[in-house]
């Protein structure tokens, strides 16, 4: 089977190796000339645990290529994905201009059949624009090719994404014609042998399922996170509480970790997206209005600690960050809750020394000189008044407590995500405070 996935981003590129592991000979296209001359020299523009590996093998045993040109290759392929970005506009709805970009490219230069699958997280309504914009191109040249639609959204997670994509809890296909759900059933059977879970829907369902998923699990989040600021006012312990609840098996235990809030590149923009679609409707979404809230005043809960430990004069002192990925395992820094608490210090008159193991260079991309980078966690801790725990690297879980107090000029710690002991942070000499 030969395919084209257009956009080689995040999703676009793990999506297009791993089917091409499974003997699916894949084009990987994107617009970014310089992204794919590298990927055509083997250098891999992003990282994810796994995928450099995968990537090499595949390009070098002919399976998966890298292009600039759609056109080269789409009357070759019976799939083409499109995977390109769908960032906010400025009114937090999904920015379609790049997504119908390729479909009209699609319309303008399609002579056979193909199945045209929409991969970006989209709104209700997106696949019959792309339909619509691929038939109009079609009419101008009076050609007349048929062709289908059909909707996957994406669930991998960044940092886990191959294994993800391998091993699926379930692949989501929303279709319209029996034809389309026959390919996308043969494209995605090689991933199903031990676990078969497709669901086939209607389109506009498939891509509400995506909105609906990811709102889903922010609202976890920005729940527990509300339960935890709840805790430190009235004396109780959120850790106990998560644990408590988490193995109801109702509710269950993921996705219920307090913390200083949700980035990246999909929940914040896909929970405001679809409070925009809302809106649009004459409906309001007012739960996942309080959630965007909640996450909003969370990015600054470490800061507001860090004020009051010391009475507001925050001038002058040195804080060190463990972590400026929005989570580990991935150098992605969209929206990561890491860039608004360095604003909010810069801004206070501290200094910043800053260590995370992968996304350094994009955060410096982002953030700039104003940050010291570090070489490692312990250089980052040095003669700093405090340290705060952003990201939870594994690296970071098992310090030497002794070298880190002896590098700080004060030994105060604040663990944004939960992961140490009180005690025992309490019993090496540290001021200790976590989330709730
Ligand atoms: P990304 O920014 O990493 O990649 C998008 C790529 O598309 C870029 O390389 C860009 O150059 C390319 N592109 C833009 N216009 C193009 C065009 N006309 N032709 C060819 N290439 C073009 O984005 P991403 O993180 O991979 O996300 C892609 C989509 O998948 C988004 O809708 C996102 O919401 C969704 N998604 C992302 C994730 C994730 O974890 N990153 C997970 C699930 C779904």
Request: one cysteine or more.
């Amino acid at each position: 089977m030969k395919i084209a996935i257009v956009g080689t981003g995040y999703v676009g590129l793990v999506s297009g190796t791993c089917f091409a592991e499974m003997g699916v000979d894949v084009t990987c296209v994107d617009v970014d000339r310089q992204k794919i001359e590298k990927l055509q020299q083997g250098i891999i523009p992003i990282y994810e645990p796994g995928l450099e590996t995968l990537v090499l093998k595949n390009h070098r045993e002919g399976r998966l290529h890298f292009t600039t040109d759609l056109t080269a290759c789409l009357n070759d392929v019976e799939i083409v994905f499109s995977a390109v970005g769908t960032p906010p506009d400025e009114d937090g709805s999904a920015d379609l201009s790049y997504v119908l970009q390729v479909a009209r490219t699609i319309g303008q230069n399609l002579n056979k059949y193909v199945v045209v699958v929409t991969k970006s997280t989209v709104p209700v309504g997106t696949a019959r624009k792309v339909k619509a914009a691929i038939r109009e191109e079609l009419d101008k040249r009076g050609a007349e090719v048929e062709f289908d639609i059909a909707s996957n959204p994406e669930f991998l997670k960044e940092g886990d994404a191959v294994q993800d994509f391998m091993s699926p809890d379930r692949v989501v296909v929303g279709v319209e014609t029996d034809r389309a759900r026959k390919i996308m059933e043969r494209l995605y059977k090689p991933f199903m042998m031990n676990n078969y879970r497709m669901i086939f829907t209607d389109v506009p369902s498939a891509e509400m399922i995506k909105y609906a998923a990811n709102s889903m699990l922010a609202t976890r989040i920005s729940f527990m996170n509300d339960i935890a600021n709840l805790c430190e006012i009235v004396g109780a312990d959120v850790n106990m509480v998560r644990k408590g609840i988490g193995t109801d098996s109702r509710i269950g235990s993921k996705f219920l970790y307090a913390g200083c809030g949700y980035g990246g590149s999909c929940f914040p923009k896909d929970v405001k997206a679809l409070i925009r679609t809302a809106q649009q409707n004459g409906y309001q979404m007012r739960v996942l209005q309080a959630v965007e809230e909640v996450n909003e005043r969370q990015k600054s809960v470490l800061f507001d600690k860090l004020a009051r430990h010391f009475q507001g004069k925050l001038a002058g002192k040195t804080v060190a960050l463990w972590g400026l990925a929005f989570k580990p395992e991935t150098d992605d820094m969209r929206e990561a809750p890491a860039t608004v608490l360095i604003r909010m210090l810069l801004d206070a008159g501290c200094r910043v020394r800053a260590y995370d193991p992968i996304a350094m260079p994009e955060a410096e991309r982002r953030l700039g000189s104003e940050v010291t980078y570090c070489k490692d966690m312990y250089e980052a801790a040095l003669d700093a008044d405090a340290l705060m725990l952003v990201t939870e690297w594994k690296q970071f879980r098992l310090p030497s407590w002794g070298v880190v107090k002896r590098a700080m000029r004060t030994p105060v710690l604040l663990d944004g995500r939960n992961i140490y002991d009180r005690e025992e942070l309490t019993a090496n000499g540290f001021t200790y405070y976590h989330i709730g």
